[in-house]
């Protein structure tokens, strides 16, 4: 049963995607990515942005048999609420050199939880040219394309890779959080309305 006890589950009205359901399809988009990396000159940098991308970065560089060096950054747009504030800042910067030291730049891949209204994308995608990178693909375990209202592009001969196609519902699981709790379940699941009926923040 979900959402019924006092464990990590409670409040989740329904499942989207199963544990196993998102570990098959983080394997095929590990594949895909793979392929492209091996067929690069250099290492690629993944950049995960903290903290929701966190399990899917984890599960999908272990599934990538290329070399590559794993950075993290911090992406807010959310506070406490469902809605984006649609104002994104980075909030901690990237050690790796993706200009490259020396150069050609390093092949930047940027690894999100979900991309919603595209904002925090862009915001990243601007940060990392900034830095340098000739060649930003995004890679995000969901996409919402329902709520799209910036058009990022990629850099360079950046690719788009997706887990999933996501319904326009708030989800939680799987790396992304309510408040900053839910980021433990193993699944992907909607969160019961009544968990955030009283939100007034944003
Ligand atoms: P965007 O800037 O594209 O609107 O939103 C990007 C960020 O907002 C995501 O990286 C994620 O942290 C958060 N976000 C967007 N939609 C959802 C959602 O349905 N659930 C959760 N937990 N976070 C979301
Ligand atoms: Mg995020
Ligand atoms: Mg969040």
Redesign the pocket.
Known sequence: MVGGGAGADAGIDRVLWTEAEIAARVSEVAAELAADLRALREPAVVVG?AT??FLFLADLVRRVDAPLAVDLVR?E??GDG?E?S?R?RITSDLKVDVAGNPPPTLPTRAV??????????SCLIAYLEKKGASSISVCTFLD?PA?RT?NFQLVGDGKFYRGFE?PD????GYG???AELYRNLPYVGVLKAEMYKKDTSN
Do not use: L
């Open positions: 942005v929701g991308a992406a747009s959310y469902t984006s649609g994104p999100e939880d979900i991309v919603d209204t595209g904002n925090t994308v919402k709520r910036a996501c519902s708030f989800v939680v992304m959080d309510y």
